[in-house]
Structures are given as structure tokens and as C-alpha cells.
């Protein structure tokens, strides 16, 4: 019997957005079933048991059609609990991995095979470190070899830091969550300037996604939304956007996903913007339905 406390509402509230036909979500998680899918062991993070069946259920009630898992830390590097969530609706689920930096061909194109599109690192103190620049340098044309792209999820103050190695990869560059800028200190921002001027590099894209995690208010988040929409205005080709749920290492009770869904209008208010951001920059990235 699994006793960790949910991290996401299992009956969250219906949303009022009516997505376009072919709405993605591009950054969540499943976790478990432990007894199926057991956690890393060297992990600090062992929440309870989120499923795909969970995962499924909530897209369907919400109108989502395609997804991309992305692979969490407390299961380390054994991908198979994303694998298996992608068999289960083949074409329209597809996954990001967690590899060491020195991973083998064979694995990368197994994990192909399977429906992953790119991998993760991650530069926040809660979570494993990722890889060096050098690590970085190596990795990247092997992954854009096979058409995958880099996804990193860092720390605000690592933005300045880490733009010039992820401007300079030859492979394309996923920011996670705005690059986790703290919504409370303004646009105006180090942080978020420093985010807006590596993406105004062609291979950098952004998720619009955590607008739950930069506030620093309660639902609806309403410091975050202008963050969001200066991404969409300035790069509407290169946004993408997704729950991130089962919200892991939140700050304080799960966030409801019926106010994350109603961010969207506010984020991308115009139906071309919506359409790019939850239907055809996801296509055209993730290449669903594609080899």
C-alpha cells in the first residue's frame, strides 16, 4: 500500500479553455506503479504512486491529444516507466529521457526506437547535477543525429551562465519552466533578460509551463502570466507548453489543474498564438507520428 501523499488533485476542477483539435501536452511526468516501476534508489524524491492511467485520465477530461513524458528523476535512468506510458497510445505519446552524458549509441537508438525525442539534464540543487559543458559539447551532435534535442532545467541564476554553451550546441535547446525566473522581481529582471536574450537564438526554444512554480502568489498566478505572454509575443514560433504534471517537489499542496489549463488564454490570447503553441510548434518539434 502506497502512504506518500498524492502530489497532484485526482479530481481537479473542469477547465473553461476549449483547446484546438491536436492540443499537447509537452512536459509531464508518471511515477510508478512502485511495485511495477520501483524508484531509484539513491533518489531523495519518492512520491506516490502517479500513473499513466491517472495521466490519461486527466488529458481526456481536459482535450488533450498528444503527449511528451518526460522521463523523472526517481527513476533515475531506467526510462522503461516512460516507454511504457508511450506504448500505451503509440503516435500520440512521446518521451524525453534521463542518460548519463556518456551514454551509448545503441541505447540512444533503442530509446529512438521507442518514441524518445530527446534528453534532460538538469542544474537545480534539489535534483541529480547535470552534465558538464564539455559532457554537453560531446552529446550534442550524436543526439542531433538522430533528431533528438536537449532539454535543460536550471536554477535563474545559471542562465547567464549557461547561455553561451547552450547558444553554441550544435543540436536544438529546450529551457525548461521560463528558465524558473522568480516572477515576484519584475521583466526587468537579470535573470529574465538574460532568458529572453538566448532565445532569441533560433535553436533555443521555451516552455511556457511553471507558471505555478516562478509566482509567487497564489492561483491564478497572476505575476507569472506576463512572463508567459512576453515569451509567446517575442518567440511564438519556439514556445511550447505543458502541465508538468504530477507537479513533483511543489511548493506547497498540488496546484489544481483546472487553473493551470485556464492560464492558457491568458498566455497565447489570440487563436493564432494558441493554435502554435499547443498544436504546431509541437508537431513540428516532437515530430509526432514520425520516425
Known amino acids: 500500500m502506497n502512504e506518500r ?5 485526482p479530481e481537479p476542477r473542469p477547465a473553461t479553455v476549449h483547446l484546438p483539435a491536436g492540443a ?9 506503479p512502485i511495485a511495477r516501476f520501483p524508484y531509484e534508489e539513491t533518489s531523495r524524491f519518492k512520491p506516490a504512486d502517479a500513473p499513466k492511467e491517472a495521466l490519461f485520465a486527466l488529458h481526456d477530461a481536459m482535450g488533450i491529444q498528444r503527449c511528451v513524458i518526460v522521463q523523472s528523476g526517481c527513476h533515475g535512468y531506467d526510462n522503461s516507466v516512460v516507454a511504457d506510458a508511450i506504448a500505451a497510445r503509440p503516435g500520440r505519446y512521446l518521451g524525453i529521457a534521463l542518460l548519463p552524458p556518456d551514454v551509448e549509441d545503441a541505447e540512444l537508438d533503442r530509446l529512438t526506437e521507442q518514441g524518445f525525442r530527446g534528453v534532460r539534464f538538469n542544474y537545480m540543487s534539489h535534483l541529480a547535477p547535470g552534465a558538464t559543458a564539455e559532457e554537453l559539447r560531446a552529446l550534442a551532435p550524436r543526439l542531433a543525429a538522430r533528431g533528438w534535442h536537449l532539454q535543460i532545467h536550471m536554477d535563474a541564476t545559471l542562465i547567464e551562465d549557461l547561455a553561451p554553451v547552450l547558444a553554441a550546441l550544435p543540436v536544438s535547446v529546450v529551457i525548461d519552466h521560463m528558465g524558473r525566473v522568480d516572477a ?3 521583466l526587468d529582471q537579470a535573470p529574465f533578460q538574460a532568458l529572453l536574450r538566448l532565445l532569441d537564438r533560433p535553436s533555443i526554444w521555451c516552455k511556457v509551463s511553471g507558471s505555478e512554480r516562478i509566482s509567487r502568489q497564489n492561483p491564478p498566478y497572476d505575476d507569472a502570466v506576463p512572463f508567459a505572454r512576453a515569451i509567446v509575443e517575442r518567440f511564438g514560433e519556439r514556445v511550447l507548453w505543458g502541465t508538468d504534471w504530477p507537479h513533483p517537489n511543489f511548493r506547497d499542496a498540488p496546484p489544481d489543474d483546472g487553473d493551470l489549463f485556464d492560464l492558457i488564454p491568458r498566455i497565447a490570447p489570440s487563436s493564432a498564438q494558441m493554435q502554435a503553441l499547443m ?12 520516425d
Open 279 to 290: 498544436v504546431d510548434n509541437p508537431a513540428r518539434f516532437y515530430r509526432f507520428g514520425k
Open 24 to 32: 499537447t501536452d509537452c512536459h509531464c511526468h508518471v511515477f510508478g
Open 184 to 186: 515576484s522581481q519584475g
Open 5 to 9: 501523499p498524492l502530489t497532484w488533485k
